[in-house]
């Protein structure tokens, strides 16, 4: 399976962006996706999931009422809408999937990643 995250960009604070994770090849729709960034000299954190379905979510406490996972299974493409983006929302975004069910915030749970969208958010 592969995936190919794109949508990121220069972005001002309070603005937004939509990223998209596309995947091709052996795809596993039923299962979950997620959402990770990460930021120079951090480690990888996460941002959001979701069950195979669309009908579970989790978000990290840090983008709550902002950022909006969702998926299209029909497209192999799961979608995180972020707005009211901050300067501490830059970071390179990767998206992550699993080969079993089961939402997850933990990285080491996710079977396989995209190779990151880079997101700068200006103060």
């Known amino acids: 399976v592969q995936l190919q995250a794109s949508g990121g960009g220069l972005v001002q604070a309070g603005g937004s962006l939509r990223l998209s994770c596309a995947a091709s090849?052996?795809?596993?729709?039923?299962?979950?996706r997620g959402w990770f960034r990460q930021a120079p000299g951090k480690e990888r954190e996460f941002v959001a999931a979701?069950?195979?379905?669309?009908?579970?979510?989790m978000y990290a406490d840090s983008v709550k009422g902002r950022f909006t996972i969702s998926r299209d299974n029909a497209k192999n493409t799961v979608y995180l809408q972020m707005n009211s983006l901050k300067p501490e929302d830059a970071a390179v975004y990767y998206c992550?999937?699993?080969?079993?069910?089961?939402?997850?915030?933990?990285?080491?749970?996710?079977?396989?990643w995209g190779q990151g969208t880079q997101v700068t958010v200006s103060s």
């Open positions: 979701i069950s195979g379905s669309g009908i579970t979510t």
């Open positions: 992550a999937g699993k080969n079993n069910p089961g939402v997850t915030t933990r990285s080491d749970e996710y079977d396989y």
């Open positions: 090849g052996r795809t596993f729709s039923r299962f979950p």
